[in-house]
């Protein structure tokens, strides 16, 4: 199964095996590989309604890579879902027929509510078996972000999509190199109404454990752990405390790009909007009383692998 999700920010792949019948659900899907590319699909998309030409190119080049892979591993089924970029856009149709030419598949424009149960899937299906439920998790993406609750047992309770990606608040609010408190006050009012509408439809506040998807939430994580290069495997799972996204975010926004882009684990794609990745995480974590938040490396794009799985 080929599975790819077109974000905002960020274009990324996965080639797996679904795990035998025989072995039961719980069992992991078989990576094949795992790819991501920077692409930077949204740019503008908040302050034009458009996608730009050179940010459609860029993730053509991509995706003409992914082509490659796909075929090369001869997957036997393909999706690829596309996020909050390609909803917003007024010429979603030439991203569109972009893919259709290079993948020879046509992407999905997911609604909200979609992405949402993708990324729940994805997270919850390999989270320890002593993770207390109900689970609160956050997708934290380039437009958008993605609040679920839900339980291994009847999956989605309630989910809901909200306009505060990092590279949305990025350009709305965070000019600045850094920014400045006035712009950072600004994003943080800006994203402390959007999570409160998002906690008004889904009882977030009720749940006993926050799980944290996408780059935001692993970058945070990886630098709160003082890890020296990117570590997917010590970063999936992490625990980071609240005091430590408190610091991890204080940081980030006192910095230049320049600064940013000298930590270890920082992605050269991330580092312009990782500070409003990271407020965006912290003030999720306020509003809705969470001490600490686990990490996962697994997210919508499993969800989109599994949901290719054939009815039984």
């Not at 949402?116 to 993406?141: H, K, M, N």
């Not at 350009?171 to 950072?184: A, F, I, K, N, Y």
Request: proline share 6%.
């Amino acid at each position: 199964m080929a599975a790819i999700d077109c974000g905002t920010n960020s274009i990324r792949l996965l080639v797996a095996d679904l795990p035998e019948e025989s072995t039961g659900s719980p069992a992991p899907l078989v990576d094949l590989t795992r790819r991501m590319e920077i692409v930077r699909l949204g740019q503008g998309v908040d302050r034009t309604g458009r996608l730009a030409p050179e940010a459609i190119e860029r993730t053509r080049v991509a995706l003409s890579s992914y082509a490659a892979d796909i075929e090369k591993f001869g997957a036997q089924r393909v999706r690829m879902c596309a996020t909050s970029a390609s909803r917003d856009a007024a010429n979603a149709d030439d991203f569109t027929e972009m893919v259709r030419s290079t993948l020879g598949v046509a992407p999905e424009v997911v609604t909200g509510d979609e992405e949402a149960r993708l990324s729940f899937t994805g997270a919850v299906r390999g989270l320890p078996a002593d993770a207390q439920e109900p689970f609160l998790v956050v997708d934290i993406g380039g437009g958008s972000t993605e609040f679920v609750v839900g339980d291994r047992a009847d999956g989605v309770r309630a989910a809901i999509s909200v306009d505060i990606g990092c590279v949305r608040m990025t350009e709305r609010h965070l000019p600045g190199d850094p920014p400045t408190p006035e712009q950072v006050a600004a994003a943080q009012a800006d994203i402390a109404a959007a999570v409160d509408r998002a906690l008004a439809v889904v009882p977030g506040r009720e749940a006993a454990t926050l799980v944290g998807l996408a780059g935001s939430v692993t970058t945070v994580v990886a630098i709160a752990q003082g890890l020296r290069e990117y570590d997917p495997e010590r970063i999936h799972h992490a625990r980071v405390p609240y005091e430590a996204v408190v610091r991890v975010t204080a940081d980030l926004l006192g910095q230049t790009r320049a600064q940013r882009l000298a930590i270890p684990v920082m992605h050269p794609g991330r580092a312009d909007v990782i500070g409003a990745g990271a407020l965006v995480l912290r003030v999720i974590m306020e509003r809705a009383g969470m001490p600490s938040v686990v990490a996962s490396e697994h997210d919508i794009l499993d969800g989109i692998a599994w949901s290719l799985q054939p009815a039984a």
